[in-house]
């Protein structure tokens, strides 16, 4: 096998109209213990957001369940006004009953509630990508899905998103509306949504991994180590790279409370990985 550098798109437009760099950031870690509550470093996670939107970063993810609504707050204080290009995308659908505790609840009811509250808190008119965070279990999928179609009808929504869902999921979802994003747990040793990445790739829909570092495959762990020291990155870089180079519309949000591994993981971007590399990686998934 010749050991040929591999090249992938720098970016990826969502529903058609919304033009993004490929690394984003994932703004969960910029809260408390738990996720819950606000940060023990505010100051640092403001400069966070400000830092990643200078590295060229136009694609946020955050949840008004992340604090809850701490880290929406400290978005807007930190960006607002933003920048044309950028792109905030939040969810709805989590309660939040403790730190670590995510009870679900998609019911149309609270779903108003969640948006309304993001929208405020956002100060925006309207959210760019709004993301059902999950299908409940508890409510028919068609009534939120009712819901999310209504408030993209009334202006509220831009584009809508799903997350963890199934293909079967997605195409109950496209009824209603265009689903232009999922975010499903992904990465380089987890790969048990391959027919849902392969799935949005050739409908030109976002994939979003969440957990993107995956973890605990002991040989996995030891090839990405191999591959990052030949190219003096770390192992969490190459996995990141490693997603870059595998779909070009898995869209990366790794998330930190650190300006040092903000800067660190935006390098992933300038990696990159030969056909021996990523064939080698791609073993991963099979150990």
Do not use: C
């Amino acid at each position: 096998m010749a050991n040929t550098t591999s090249s992938f798109e720098k970016t990826f437009t969502i529903g058609g109209d919304i033009k993004i760099n490929r690394v984003g950031y994932g703004a969960m870690r910029i809260t408390g213990t738990g996720i819950w509550g606000p940060p023990k470093d505010k100051d640092e996670a403001i400069r966070v957001l400000r830092r990643a939107v200078e590295l060229g970063v136009n694609f946020i993810d955050t949840a008004d369940s992340y604090g809850p609504n701490v880290s929406e707050e400290l978005i807007a204080e930190a960006l607002h006004p933003y920048p044309t290009d950028l792109l905030i995308g939040t969810k709805g659908g989590l309660l939040r009953t403790g730190p670590n505790e995510w009870p679900v609840d998609a019911s149309p009811e609270h779903l108003k509630e969640a948006l309304h509250g993001s929208l405020r808190r956002l100060q925006v008119e309207r959210i760019d990508l709004y993301q059902l965070h999950r299908i409940d279990p508890k409510v028919p999928a068609e009534k939120s899905f009712e819901f999310l179609q209504k408030a993209q009808q009334e202006g509220k929504i831009r584009h809508i998103g799903l997350s963890e869902v199934s293909i079967q999921d997605l195409k109950l979802a496209q009824q209603y509306f265009e689903v232009v994003s999922i975010q499903n747990m992904y990465s380089v040793d987890n790969r048990r949504w391959e027919a849902e990445l392969e799935y949005t790739n050739v409908h030109n829909i976002a994939f979003i991994p969440w957990f993107p570092l995956g973890g605990g495959n002991v040989q996995g762990e030891e090839i990405l180590k191999r591959i990052a020291a030949k190219h003096q990155a770390t192992i969490h870089q190459v996995a990141l790279s490693w997603l870059l180079h595998h779909s070009p519309n898995i869209l990366l949000i790794p998330g930190t409370s650190s300006v040092a591994h903000l800067e660190e993981n935006m390098k992933t971007a300038d990696i990159q990985l030969s056909e021996d590399d990523i064939a080698i990686l791609d073993s991963i998934g099979e150990v």
